[in-house]
């Protein structure tokens, strides 16, 4: 009978002891193996503004804010709480760094570690933000995908297995309107008779395919003058030729007969818009061409002449009724 007890005791110090030897190693071992015990980290990286607008080149280095949500996943043949329940709210620093950017921009993040804690119950997440300044050069394609990787670690936590992923966010340079506009004469003197154009260089020095659109401000056009221009121009984007066009302002000075001496300054206004829709548009620019008509015009002498031959036959027929009555 003793024996019997001797044996039954034995057996259950020895059970005890093997519960709370697999205790103690279960976090240490099986959470690390996915057969037990299994929880994970997972980490989203986005904008805190999901309706994130395309980011416009050229412009001093912009602050923007990124959303980090943190969230511990369970797995394994055993997800037991009152394991978990051991490391909830345990402080962790989650890691980020910057590894991939296009050649066009410039990034920095504000701060690389973010303080954090384990979440306080499985599946639930924990949101963080950080900070990222981010400038884009002249030659950003407009509204072409831009990609940004950043690493981000998020060390063990106990039986909590970490998180080491490069995640990667997108952008959309905006469309950046830049002219050179160029006219290879600037004034011209010209007589009454005479018609005038101005070349007028066109290069695009923005980051996509551009439409320019002219408009002839006629206030600026003397009465009896008139002046025409193309209407539009593409220019691709680019270095090539086909970067920069010339159009042209055809000039047609007042030709009333007498002498002449007009000044006009006609401008022209220049809109640049993206080829691909002409409702984005940049700002536009005016030109101004200068014309001074001086000389004679004998253009509508017809006129006189015939005033003048008109006047001189009632002249000679009331001479010859006053002959013929003197008689």
Do not use: C
Request: net charge neutral; aromatic share 12%; proline share 6%.
């Amino acid at each position: 009978m003793k024996k019997n007890f001797r044996a039954i005791k034995a057996s259950f110090i020895f059970g005890i002891f093997l519960i709370s030897s697999f205790s103690v190693l279960t976090p240490m071992i099986s959470a690390r193996q996915g057969v037990f015990i299994n929880f994970s980290s997972v980490a989203i990286l986005d904008w805190e503004n999901a309706s994130q607008q395309p980011i416009i080149p050229l412009q001093q280095l912009e602050k923007y804010t990124l959303k980090l949500e943190y969230t511990v996943i369970r797995g394994g043949l055993f997800g037991e709480n009152f394991i978990y329940l051991l490391y909830q709210n345990r402080r962790v620093n989650i890691r980020l760094d910057i590894v991939d950017t296009p050649e066009w921009a410039t990034v920095s993040l504000v701060k690389n570690v973010i303080p954090a804690n384990v979440p306080e119950k499985v599946g639930t997440s924990k949101i963080y933000t950080v900070d990222i300044d981010l400038s884009l050069k002249d030659d950003a394609p407009a509204f072409q995908r831009g990609t940004i990787g950043i690493h981000v670690e998020i060390p063990d936590v106990g039986p909590i297995q970490g998180f080491d992923q490069t995640l990667y966010l997108t952008f959309n340079p905006a469309y950046l309107a830049l002219l050179d506009v160029n006219p290879k004469i600037n004034s011209r003197v010209i007589g009454p008779m005479d018609v005038t154009s101005f070349p007028i260089d066109i290069t695009n020095q923005g980051n996509g395919r551009t439409k320019v659109f002219f408009e002839i401000d006629y206030s600026t056009v003397p009465p009896g003058w008139s002046a025409v221009i193309d209407d539009s121009a593409i220019l691709e984007v680019g270095s090539g030729s086909g970067s920069t066009r010339t159009v042209y302002l055809t000039v047609y000075p007042s030709k009333g007969f007498g002498y002449h001496d007009d000044i006009a300054n006609i401008r022209v206004k220049v809109t640049p818009t993206w080829a691909d829709d002409p409702l984005i548009q940049g700002k536009y620019e005016y030109t101004t061409l200068n014309v001074q008509s001086r000389g004679i015009s004998v253009i509508g002498i017809e006129v006189v002449l015939s005033v003048i031959a008109f006047i001189a036959l009632i002249i000679v027929g009331i001479y010859l009724i006053y002959k013929r009555f003197k008689k």
